[in-house]
């Protein structure tokens, strides 16, 4: 790459992160990531995402308590229907935590019956990623959530938070410091064409 600046920079920087430190980031933080989120371009500048940013404690244990249950009814679609089992096993090891033990956990859903709803909050949330590296913090899509928002007793304590059950789930992002940073992966070739 002959050009460098520091976003560019910053988007080669950025790693998924699955293991944090339990030091919470600040409330500065959290504004500017929150910030990065809701800046995001959005179809037709429709902006009706959520972003929730749960930093409580027994509220994130439990709503993982609800995830490990909530797997064991999961139907999942085509792309994992084959790794289900192995998916419901290591949802269910000790110490399984879908947020790898994040202080904060940023829950991004949308209006119901919007065809963009995803693309925008991905959008929003690739922003934040990019915001909490140029931060010094870690981030990880985490996508639990979303392929369990069918599950009534997740939705029913979304709700108790905030979250419509109408709301589609869209994604969700684990944020904090890093402990172990995550190698990264080389790039495939072949994904990239120039027609001039
Ligand atoms: C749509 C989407 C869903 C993802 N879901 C998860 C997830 O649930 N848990 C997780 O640990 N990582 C998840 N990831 C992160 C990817 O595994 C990660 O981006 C990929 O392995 C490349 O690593 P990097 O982000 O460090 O470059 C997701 C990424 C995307 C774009």
């Not at 934040?128 to 069918?150: E, T």
Request: glycine share 6%; proline share 5%; with cysteine.
């Amino acid at each position: 790459m002959s050009l460098n600046n520091e976003i560019l920079h910053c988007i080669h920087e950025r790693r998924s992160t699955r293991q944090f430190t339990g030091e919470q980031i600040s409330p500065e933080q959290l504004d500017a990531l929150l910030d990065a989120a809701i800046w995001a371009p959005s179809g037709i500048n429709s902006q009706s995402w959520l972003f929730t940013a749960v930093q409580k404690k027994e509220t994130l244990l439990h709503l993982n308590e609800l995830v490990r249950e909530g797997f064991q009814h999961w139907v999942p679609d085509d792309d994992y229907a084959g790794n289900l089992r192995a998916i419901r096993e290591h949802t269910q090891k000790e110490g399984y935590c879908f947020y790898y033990g994040a202080p904060t956990l940023i829950i991004a859903s949308n209006r119901p019956n919007y065809a963009n709803a995803v693309a925008d909050c991905a959008c929003a949330l690739q922003n934040l990623f990019l915001a909490a590296q140029s931060l010094g913090l870690g981030s990880c899509y985490i996508n639990q959530p979303h392929w369990l928002q069918n599950d009534k007793p997740i939705r029913a304590y979304l709700a108790g938070i905030g979250i419509s059950e109408e709301h589609t789930i869209c994604a969700s992002a684990a944020v904090g410091y890093i402990q172990t940073p995550s190698p990264s992966p080389a790039r495939k070739e072949g994904t990239v064409k120039i027609i001039c």
